[in-house]
């Protein structure tokens, strides 16, 4: 697979991927102005005072941050939203609260977002303080003689401290052993007090806020948000875009993943491993245009099928196939339409052609040609006697075909639909009507029925020189094409190539054969057009001598 292969869905859907782009980025910049600015405060509370000692304990570190975890929940329940919304006065607390304990921290932070300043700012100093009332050392009002008592050890342990130092410094400049005992007892005695008086310093500071692990405090202020924090609506708006480029270009892949029609002569290649001989651009289905070779032939289209007839000239330069056979996987493919211009090029080329119609289900030549029915393949069959003189079967074909408005093009309609096409096509009688024609025509062209729809075709396919199988792109699918390929080869047809019919200008197929608007001329004139002289005459020596002309 080329590389520009991986880019056709894209280049293919590229209206859609364009719109969703431009719908997702226009709806994001509208959504974006509806929005009203939002303001954001935060306050932030501390556990305990481990974070104030200089030599914490691993256990204070771990009861701190579990306790901050535990406040974190009673945060978050209504008792205390409501407390909040009541002290406030408010009808409704703002949706975006956010409470969380920082990671690996005894750290509560308090985050309020909200489109009023000052109604973020209230909420989130009011929900910590409510924390704030609900720990322990805050319910209890402060006790003045505690206070009181913890100044006066304060004051007893730094005086002891200092008689300490003063007695330690006396006994180095003792040299009495009875002034050194007693000096060394007195030392004792006020170690013993110094502890005393730290060890019931330190249990009155734990019952009080001061020294007790769980208390909350405020480490930071609600603070008042002057800017709004509302997201950069640029980059709203690309990454908007973004999303529905990348949804809009999966969804082009996805389609065409899911897509099993054929649309390129690559794929036609790698399904069958048969060349794309042409690629025919999309025709009208009316009957006035279905045959562009007749009323439009300098058209681009016509060139396409001029480009089909050599390439089936050169299939088989040393034996030309002469009898082709030209038909489809399913109805509606363009099988008839491709036949009949490719019999109008052949013969506008100075080839004598002949043009059957054997879809004995379902003709169109007559219709397409404007020319009566009443007699045809059908009854040409019938009438057919292999043992006659040359002369009496060159009188009965030329009374069953029909002349055309096309120099050198003869039509052999279908005549009335028989009740056992598939017999009378495989017939001997068959073989040796063709064997007739052949002598009288440079080339016979059968359009058949379709392959998948019923057995004519693979048939008569085994009567004819050649078969070419006719594609629609776009709405042909693989499965049929492979099965199509597979039922004519199971019978040894001589499948010389595809056409890719019915390409559109958007269609992936079409730059590969449509690179001009008007086609190659000289002198005003289109060379293709002329039939007769030394290019029928060079042509037709192809065949390996003049051939007769029909009478």
């Known amino acids: 697979m080329e590389i520009r292969e991986y880019f056709t869905p894209l280049l293919k859907w590229w209206w859609l991927i364009v719109s969703a782009t431009l719908v997702a980025g226009i709806s994001s910049f509208w959504a974006t102005q509806q929005q009203p600015d939002v303001y954001r405060s935060t306050t932030a509370l501390m556990i305990g005072n481990a ?19 535990g406040y974190v929940n009673l945060a978050n329940r209504a008792s205390v939203r409501n407390d909040a919304l009541e002290a406030l006065g408010l009808d409704r607390l703002p949706k975006d609260i956010v409470v969380r304990q920082l990671t690996g921290t005894n750290i509560i932070e308090i985050i309020v977002t909200d489109t009023d300043q000052a109604r973020a700012q209230a909420v989130a100093a009011e929900l910590a303080r409510q924390l704030v009332l609900r720990s322990p050392t805050s319910q209890a009002e402060e006790n003045t003689f505690v206070n009181e008592l913890l100044s006066n050890y304060e004051t007893a342990i730094v005086e002891t401290r200092d008689q300490l130092a003063a007695k330690q410094e006396e006994l180095g400049n003792l040299t009495s052993a009875r002034d050194i005992a007693r000096a060394q007892t007195e030392i004792a005695e006020m170690e013993s007090s110094l502890r005393t008086l730290e060890t019931n310093y330190t249990t009155l500071l734990a019952s009080t806020e001061q020294g007790a692990t769980n208390t909350v405090q405020i480490i930071e202020n609600a603070n008042f948000p002057y800017n709004p924090v509302n997201p950069n ?23 065409e993943y899911l897509d099993d029609t054929i649309k390129t002569e690559n794929v036609v290649m790698k399904l069958t491993e048969l060349p794309t001989l042409a690629g025919i651009a999309d025709i009208k289905s009316d009957e006035n245009h279905r045959l562009v070779t007749i009323s439009h032939p300098r058209a681009p289209v016509s060139e396409a099928f001029r480009i ?168 042909s699918r693989k499965g049929q094409l492979k099965q199509s390929v597979k039922q004519l080869g199971e019978v040894r047809t001589n499948l010389i190539g595809c056409v890719l019919n019915s390409l ?29 002289g030394e290019t029928g005459k060079l042509r037709r020596r192809l065949l390996g001598g003049e051939t007769k002309k029909a009478v």
Not at 516 to 528: I, L, M, S, W
């Open 51 to 69: 974070i104030e000692n200089p030599n914490p304990s691993n256990n204070d570190l771990y009861i701190t941050q579990q306790l901050a975890a």
């Open 233 to 255: 609506p640029l980059i709203t708006i690309i990454i908007a875009s973004g999303i529905g480029f990348v949804l809009s270009a999966s969804a082009a892949y996805i389609m």
């Open 308 to 475: 089909l007839r050599t390439g089936i000239q050169y299939t088989s330069v040393d034996n030309p196939n002469r009898s082709l056979l030209i038909t489809s996987s399913i109805p509606g493919e363009g099988k008839s339409t491709t036949s009949a211009n490719l019999a109008v090029v052949l013969a506008q080329a100075g080839f004598n052609v002949l043009l059957i119609d054997s879809d004995l289900r379902l003709p169109s030549q007559h219709e397409m040609f404007d020319l009566p029915n009443k007699r045809g393949l059908t009854n040409l069959l019938l009438d057919f006697d292999a043992t006659k003189r040359e002369e009496e079967i060159r009188l009965l074909i030329n009374d069953s075909v029909q002349s055309t408005r096309v120099e050198g093009l003869q039509l052999l309609t279908s005549g009335l639909i028989p009740p056992n096409p598939s017999e009378l096509l495989g017939s001997k009688k068959m073989k040796m009507l063709l064997d007739a024609l052949l002598k009288q025509y440079d080339y016979v062209i059968f359009d058949s029925p379709p392959v998948l729809s019923v057995t004519d075709a693979v048939i008569l396919s085994t009567q004819v020189d050649a078969a070419l199988l006719v594609i629609r792109a776009n709405k």
């Open 504 to 532: 559109s200008p958007k269609s992936q197929g079409y730059s590969a054969y449509y690179y001009y608007k008007e086609p190659y001329q000289a002198d005003g004139k289109d060379v293709h057009s002329n039939g007769t």
